[in-house]
Structures are given as structure tokens and as C-alpha cells.
């Protein structure tokens, strides 16, 4: 097995990702993403990401009620580090194709190259009409958009003056200059068909949720093909919450106390930002058990089982790696890096 890349998604929203009262709940605030980022550094992570997010799903948890802004945070954890990868997350709906542009730049300069572009299209309307900045678009059109944008900030990394007459977007003799030096990396998550074009296309990272590891060797096998298919290479990862323990037993009563706690509320609230009925989404949450307070999904046990796990996943979904969540990011972290990431690089070099 090749070598693979794990990193992390910091808790940028209040809560990080558990929707449970019982469950440890991480600050929203620079001061605590910044010791996870240098954690991260320390144990020898490859990347930190983190999500944009603008509204939360309330609840007794008041669920990412709290938030920080991707670009301005990320920056600043460029300066803290020196060698994990910086993605930040934008939104093609809410940036400016030129704004974002110069933004990546400055940010490519900050980090010594190590910048990485997660863009997103915005799923969510309620996060965005808030703002009246909500194109009722279908999932096809919203990639058509991201696709003019993307193409936009491409050639605004590349081309002195740039002019643009597009069905979304409009430049009028524009510049952006400096251009990086080396371009920003580009991160896409997606899972649909549109999506996985849309990665295959212009990502270097595709970040991919399925409902089962052979659905998401499936999905992952598409984006590597589409991108041979255009002379490209794109790494296929996705997402995993390490809930561990010195034992699997430990490990499962973590789980269960945290499910006692499930935020019902928060988590009807965010079923119906996915497009549920707001009544169907109710009876959904008032019927789940404790497990639906993950909200990604997770492994549970030692670092044997842990380990065993990981190496599962991106195995048979044939992935490049993964991005991590942890329930807390000080001591859950450090144990990883401890006990479980040392036998990883082992068995992946």
C-alpha cells in the first residue's frame, strides 16, 4: 500500500462534530483550532482544512451557532505552522471569483506554498438567504457556476488581464497581480455524479461520502478514471471520527454516553437544511438512536482496532488518505499521534 496523508478538520464551529449534550464540545475560537493545527504539526499530520459555515442548527448544543471565517483563520495558522498543508474553504456563491483570486495568493505567500482552495457552492440555503445571497440553483447548475468560477480564478492566477462574459460571472478587463508562484492546491467534497466530474476536472484533492466502502471504492475509482482520462491526477480521501480508548470497551461506553445526550433539535434542524420536509426531519431525529449524534462517520476501539480500521477503509475504498475528527482536539489528538499514526506510516510506507 502507498504511502497515504491524514490530517485533520478543525473545529472552526462550536461544537465541532457532535451533536450531543454528553459529548465534549470544542470552542469555537482561534485559540483552541490553534493548538490543534500545532498538534497537528507536532505529531506529523500532512494537512489541516476547515469548513466554511455561516449559520448554525440551534438546539440545546446551539449547534456551529458559533463560528470563525475560514480565509482569515487560516492565515493566521499559515504564520503558526511551517509545514502542514493550509486548506481553506470558500463558497463560489458568496466570493467573488477575482476577491478569492487574490485572496489564495496572498494566503499561497503567507504559507510558503502551502495553501490548498476547498471550494463549495453552497447547499444550504438558509445560510445564504440570510444574507439575500441564495440562487435557487439546481445541483447541476450550482457545478456549472462553480465550474465559470473556478475557470475565472484559473486564469486570473495565470493571465495578466482577463476578460470574462459568462452566464454567472463577469470580468471586464481584470487583473490580479501577483500570481502565485506555484498554484493554491484545489479541494473538492462531492459525492454526485456532477460532483465527481467537477473533481475529476479541476481538483487535485477529492474529498468523497458513500453509504458503503464498496460505494465509495466506487466513487473513488470514477474520479481517479475520469482524471487519467484528462491526463490529471486527483488523491480521493474522506472523512473519519477516531473515538478512542485503551480498550474497545472503553471506547464503545464513550460512544454510548455520548449518544444519551443526542441534541434531537439540532439534529432535525440540519436534516432539514439538506432539503428534508421540516415535519419528516422532526419525526427522523425524534426516532434516531444515540449514533445520530455523529455526524461523520466514526471508528471506536484501541489503537489495534483503530489501526485495523483505517487501514480497511482506505484499502478497500481504494482512497488516498483521510481527513480525521477528532471528539476533542488536545488529548484525543495527541494519543493518535502517539499510538496509532506511528504504525500507520509503518504499514503505508
Same mark, same amino acid.
Given at each position: 500500500m502507498s504511502t497515504k496523508e491524514y490530517g485533520i478538520f478543525l473545529p472552526i464551529g462550536s461544537g465541532g462534530w457532535m451533536l450531543s449534550t454528553t459529548a465534549p464540545h470544542p470552542e469555537a475560537t482561534?485559540?483552541?483550532?490553534?493548538?490543534? $493545527?500545532?498538534?497537528?504539526?507536532?505529531?506529523?499530520?500532512?494537512?489541516?482544512? %476547515?469548513?466554511?459555515?455561516?449559520?448554525?442548527?440551534? =438546539?440545546?448544543?446551539?449547534?456551529? =451557532?458559533?463560528?470563525?471565517?475560514s480565509m482569515t483563520m487560516m492565515s493566521?495558522?499559515?504564520?503558526?505552522?511551517?509545514?502542514?498543508?493550509?486548506?481553506?474553504?470558500?463558497? $463560489?456563491?458568496?466570493?467573488?471569483?477575482?476577491?478569492?483570486?487574490?485572496?489564495?495568493?496572498?494566503?499561497?505567500?503567507?504559507?510558503?506554498?502551502?495553501?490548498?482552495?476547498?471550494?463549495?457552492?453552497?447547499?444550504?440555503?438558509?445560510?445564504?438567504?440570510?444574507?439575500?445571497?441564495?440562487?435557487?440553483?439546481?445541483?447541476?447548475?450550482? #457545478?456549472?457556476?462553480?465550474?465559470?468560477? %473556478?475557470?475565472?480564478?484559473?486564469?486570473?492566477?495565470?493571465?495578466d488581464v482577463v476578460t470574462l462574459d459568462g452566464e454567472f460571472y463577469t470580468l471586464t478587463g481584470a487583473e490580479s497581480r501577483p500570481h502565485p508562484a506555484v498554484r493554491p492546491t484545489i479541494i473538492s467534497a462531492g459525492q454526485s455524479p456532477a460532483g465527481r466530474a467537477f473533481q475529476a476536472t479541476y481538483a487535485d484533492g477529492a474529498f468523497l461520502s458513500a453509504n458503503t466502502l464498496e460505494e465509495m471504492r466506487d466513487f473513488s475509482r470514477d474520479v481517479h478514471r475520469k482524471a487519467a482520462d484528462a491526463g490529471r491526477d486527483v488523491k480521493t480521501y474522506s472523512m473519519l471520527m477516531i473515538v478512542q480508548d485503551e480498550t474497545d470497551a472503553g471506547a464503545a461506553e464513550k460512544v454510548r454516553q455520548w449518544g444519551v445526550g443526542l441534541d434531537r433539535e439540532a439534529l432535525a434542524a440540519m436534516q432539514a437544511s439538506w432539503g428534508f420536509p421540516p415535519e419528516r426531519a422532526r419525526a427522523w431525529a425524534e426516532g434516531a438512536n444515540g449514533e445520530a449524534a455523529f455526524q461523520s462517520?466514526?471508528?471506536?476501539?484501541?489503537?489495534?482496532?483503530?489501526?485495523?480500521?483505517?487501514?480497511?477503509?482506505?484499502?478497500?475504498?481504494?482512497?488516498?488518505?483521510?481527513?480525521?475528527?477528532?471528539?476533542? #482536539?488536545?488529548?484525543?489528538?495527541l494519543r493518535f499521534g502517539e499510538t496509532v499514526l506511528p504504525e500507520l506510516r509503518k504499514l503505508d510506507g
Open positions: 482561534y485559540a483552541y483550532n490553534k493548538r490543534a $493545527a500545532l498538534h497537528a504539526e507536532t505529531i506529523g499530520l500532512d494537512f489541516i482544512m %476547515t469548513m466554511a459555515k455561516w449559520r448554525g442548527f440551534g =438546539g440545546s448544543t446551539d449547534h456551529w =451557532g458559533e463560528s470563525l471565517e493566521a495558522l499559515a504564520e503558526a505552522t511551517e509545514r502542514v498543508k493550509i486548506w481553506a474553504t470558500v463558497h $463560489a456563491n458568496v466570493h467573488h471569483p477575482g476577491v478569492a483570486a487574490k485572496m489564495f495568493t496572498t494566503l499561497q505567500q503567507i504559507s510558503g506554498g502551502r495553501a490548498g482552495m476547498n471550494i463549495v457552492n453552497g447547499a444550504y440555503a438558509a445560510e445564504f438567504t440570510q444574507f439575500g445571497l441564495w440562487n435557487d440553483l439546481s445541483k447541476e447548475d450550482r #457545478y456549472r457556476m462553480t465550474a465559470e468560477w %473556478t475557470d475565472a480564478v484559473l486564469r486570473l492566477w495565470s493571465e462517520p466514526y471508528v471506536s476501539g484501541s489503537t489495534a482496532t483503530v489501526v485495523e480500521h483505517i487501514r480497511q477503509i482506505v484499502g478497500e475504498a481504494e482512497l488516498d488518505g483521510l481527513m480525521l475528527i477528532f471528539p476533542e #482536539y488536545d488529548e484525543d489528538i
